[in-house]
Each structure stands twice: as structure tokens, then as C-alpha cells.
């Protein structure tokens, strides 16, 4: 444990990787978040709450690969619509955690039972929270960014280097 932590914020950091873990986020991602826990605290506290059940691990997902099929760029866009109108943009450097947590309950709730694990060929992305939050990290980083599309009039989510072309892919939806 980190001691230059007192105990108010360690037990901070313990609610915050309780609420990333409830919802499956990757545990090397929960612990860029969470530094007063270490990887064997945070693979434990995830069998706690998981009812014994191993954390994934493995590769993580790429924002160049989330996105398989064209349908899939209605709901991306939708969540990072989502993220965007919660982070306000409030930090340049950070992605914003309580920013994704809003987003993906929201999207959890518009789109219930789409989890992959559930259903592994669905075209319904963020397939579950660990794509959700490269999704945050990408539009942070710049690999990804939502678009105002003047055609449509809706904003669509670009994705500089994926399988797509970095162009409002809703409306070529309308022409396939
Ligand atoms: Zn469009």
C-alpha cells in the first residue's frame, strides 16, 4: 500500500476500484486509476465481487478493432456522444472515470442485454466496459473524435485508423 495515502483516500481509491471491477474494466486499466492497491489486491477484490470468477487477461481491445461492422458505428457513437456531454471536456490530460461510468450505465440502460459476453457477435458497440473506456481514451488521445456530420445532422464517431475511413460512417450506412 501506498503510505503517502491516508486512510480517507485509500478508502477512496477502494471505492473506485470496487465500481470499476463491478463492471469488468480490464485490471490493468484499474490500476493506472487505483495506486494505493496492488495488482494482487485488485485481482482479489475482483473474485470478491465476482463470486469467485478470475479476472480476463490477455490481450485488451484496440480502438482500431472494436469497430467490425459499420452498424456498430450507430452505437459508438451514441456512447461517445454520451461520454462527451458528461466530460464537458473539464480535463485536457485525464480521461474522466465518472464521466465513463455515466456513459456506459446510460448506454447499459438504452441497450440491455447487449453485453459481449452475452452475445459475442453483436455488432452493438462498446461490447462491455473495457471497450467503453478505450473508446474514452481515444477521443482523449486524439485517435478518435466525434464529428458533427453537416448530411446527417447527427455526431458520429471517427476513428482515425480503423478498418473504417475517418468519415461519418452513419451515413454510409443509409447508402449500403
Ligand atoms: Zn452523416
Known sequence: MDTKLNYADHLKEVELAHALLQRKLRTSYVMQQVK???????RDLYRTIHHG???????????????????????????????CQASQGR?????????????????????????????????????????????????????ASLRYCEKCHGESLIIYQGKFPPKCQICHLETD
Open 91 to 143: 480535463s485536457k490530460f485525464a480521461i474522466e472515470v465518472s464521466a465513463i461510468l455515466f456513459a456506459w450505465d446510460f448506454f447499459c440502460q438504452i441497450f440491455p442485454n447487449h453485453i459481449r459476453e452475452r452475445r459475442p457477435l453483436g455488432k452493438i458497440r462498446p461490447a462491455n466496459f473495457s471497450e467503453a473506456w478505450v473508446v474514452a481514451q481515444a477521443l482523449k488521445v486524439n485517435l
Open 53 to 83: 470468477e478470475s479476472p480476463r487477461s490477455g490481450q485488451l481491445p484496440a480502438i482500431d478493432s472494436i469497430a467490425q461492422y459499420r452498424e456498430s458505428f450507430l452505437y459508438l457513437s451514441v456512447f461517445a456522444s454520451l461520454y
Open 36 to 42: 494505493s492497491l496492488s495488482l494482487i489486491e485488485i
